[in-house]
């Protein structure tokens, strides 16, 4: 498995994991429950509403169709008044040949019981996003259109800022513009009345698939956006907003936005003068990828060596890196060891983050997000350790 793309299932674990009343039950080997529970408690340890299978060895033999069925039955017994119970199968079922649709029968639930195809052997974990968030449009149903409304499409759940970002874009719209839901991240009602939003609003192209999906079944018109990042990252991502709802007269909408976070800057001059010129790597997913580049590099005056969504190979990202002179890296956990090894800075921006404990939500939109960002941003490089050559010239450790 490549760390940076990693597999299916996990895609379709971060497409469904936020949707707070329902329940996630793998049908796969104990591996996956284990793997997703893992990134998944990093941060929301007291969430956790999932369960599996556990196939074994006669499941292959014989297959796990009465497997599932018994797991299911128990899940709803395990979790009661789930709103919805969502089955993701993996690379064992999917071989077999598990008939899944007379399992979900055979349980006789109550409840909708959703299937995501979430084997590894068969895609990656940006193809297992779109497939779980568009199971979830099955059960979307049309209503009345909330005027100046929308859906925000991208946001996992699992992101280490997730809570704190979807606040933040909440506030900046609400003067003019109510956010209906944040599909994978909400109720399943929430999910369900998405159609009722006049827009969709696709953050770096994340959840593509599901918003063309509401265009053609509900006539719901989408945008796709930058994650707004700073200051002109925000402004920009409200312009959009507004010229596709048709809402003019926006500089009052942004001017205490702008107003606070300049002055967050202002306070920070003097420890941003280190960030200006170093070279980065950025190793993001595609939905943060662009509007952090453009950030780092507008800015911040940083110099955007090399960027990575994680799609091919990581090892032949990393020997990229190694060759670069990049010595700040913005990743996730699983860049640890690069930048160890090469004495790089490493800031931990995107999923997975396994190794650092939140607390308190907080993101790194709006104005107290972007001062979040920029603390975690210098103090990773103020702390790091330099030497000195015999040359003079000084290097990372």
């Not at 929430?190 to 953050?203: G, Q, T, Y």
């Not at 010229?243 to 107003?259: Q, S």
């Not at 980065?280 to 662009?290: G, K, P, Q, R």
Request: charged share 20%.
């Amino acid at each position: 498995m490549k760390p940076g793309e990693s597999c299916r299932l996990f895609g379709a674990y971060r497409a469904c994991i936020g949707i707070r009343d329902a329940v996630i039950l793998f049908h796969s080997v104990v591996g996956c429950n284990a793997g997703t529970l893992l990134l998944h408690l990093a941060q929301h340890p007291a969430d956790v509403r999932q369960a599996c299978t556990v196939m074994y060895e006669s499941d292959v033999l014989y297959g796990g169709t009465e497997t599932l069925r018994d797991g299911l039955q128990h899940a709803a017994e395990l979790y009661p008044d789930p709103q919805a119970i969502i089955v993701i199968s993996g690379c064992v079922p999917n071989l077999i040949g598990d008939d899944m649709a007379a399992a979900i029968a055979a349980a006789g639930l109550d409840v909708p019981v959703l299937h995501v195809m979430g084997a590894g052997t068969v895609g990656t974990m940006g193809d297992g996003y779109e497939a779980g968030l568009r199971a979830l449009g099955a059960y979307m149903r049309p209503g009345e259109i909330v005027p100046r409304s929308c859906n925000i499409l991208g946001i996992s759940y699992d992101d280490p800022c997730a809570e704190g970002d979807i606040a933040a874009l909440r506030e900046m719209l609400a003067p003019r513009v109510q956010v209906q839901s944040v599909p994978g991240c909400g109720s399943f009602a929430e999910m369900r009345d998405a159609p009722r939003a006049a827009l969709n609003i696709v953050l770096g192209g994340g959840g593509r698939e599901l918003a063309a999906y509401m265009q053609e079944q509900f006539g719901t018109p989408y945008i796709v956006a930058d994650y707004p990042y700073g200051i002109h990252g925000m402004t920009a991502f409200i312009e959009c907003v507004a010229d596709a709802l048709g809402i003019a007269e926006i500089d009052a909408w942004t001017a205490p936005f702008v107003r606070a976070a300049e002055e967050i800057v202002r306070r920070a001059a003097e420890p941003l003068r280190y960030l200006y010129g170093p070279p980065a790597a950025v190793l993001v997913d595609s939905v943060h990828m662009a509007g952090l580049c453009t950030f780092l590099a507008e800015e911040l005056g940083m110099e955007v060596a090399l960027s990575s969504d994680g799609r091919g190979d990581m090892r032949e990202v990393y020997d990229a890196v190694r060759a670069s002179d990049a010595v700040v890296v913005f990743g996730s956990s699983y860049e640890k060891e690069l930048c160890t090894d090469g004495g790089r800075v490493l800031v931990r921006i995107s999923y997975p983050v396994f190794d650092r404990l939140q607390l308190v939500p907080h993101g790194y939109l709006g104005a107290e997000g972007l001062a979040h960002l920029i603390e975690e941003i210098v103090s990773a490089v103020l702390q790091h350790e330099y030497s000195q050559t015999e040359y003079g010239e000084v290097r990372v450790r």
